[in-house]
């Protein structure tokens, strides 16, 4: 059995390299963490949807450990990016942090 220790100190953050030839090479993401991916679905269930795929985009980019490469406070500057690019990385995201499809169809609805 695995002791609270041994679960906190184990590394289960996944981080993928994805080509953005637009970019002019490859970017690193990360899985989101539990109170991350909480935050996305209550965003979700109360519509909030305000920059979402470029605020999920900037949670999961990363550095080769896992370290967020944006800020909260650096969404914007990121939104001014490709909007096909971004949405091209945030299907990526999505799916690399075990995210349904359903979620993003229901965000989409009002």
Same mark, same amino acid.
């Given at each position: 059995?695995?002791?609270k220790n041994a679960? %906190?100190?184990s590394d289960?953050?996944?981080?993928?390299t994805?080509?953005?030839?637009?970019w002019?090479g490859?970017?690193?993401i990360r899985?989101?963490n539990?109170? @991350?991916?909480?935050q996305?679905?209550?965003?979700?269930t @109360?519509?909030?949807?305000? %920059?979402?795929?470029v605020?999920?985009?900037?949670c999961s980019?990363?550095?080769?450990r896992?370290s967020?490469?944006?800020?909260?406070n #650096?969404?914007?500057a990121?939104? #001014?990016?490709?909007a096909g690019?971004?949405?091209? %990385?945030f299907?990526v995201?999505?799916e690399?942090?075990?995210?349904?499809?359903e979620a993003?169809? #229901?965000?989409?609805k009002?």
């Open positions: 059995m695995l002791s679960i %906190l100190a289960d953050r996944n981080v993928k994805v080509s953005v030839p637009e002019g490859d970017v690193c899985v989101l539990g109170i @991350e991916r909480s996305f679905e209550t965003m979700f @109360e519509k909030k949807v305000d %920059l979402f795929k605020r999920f985009v900037a980019l990363c550095d080769e896992g967020r490469l944006f800020s909260d #650096e969404v914007e990121l939104g #001014e990016k490709s690019v971004i949405n091209r %990385l299907d995201c999505w690399h942090s075990s995210l349904s499809q993003v169809d #229901e965000a989409g009002d």
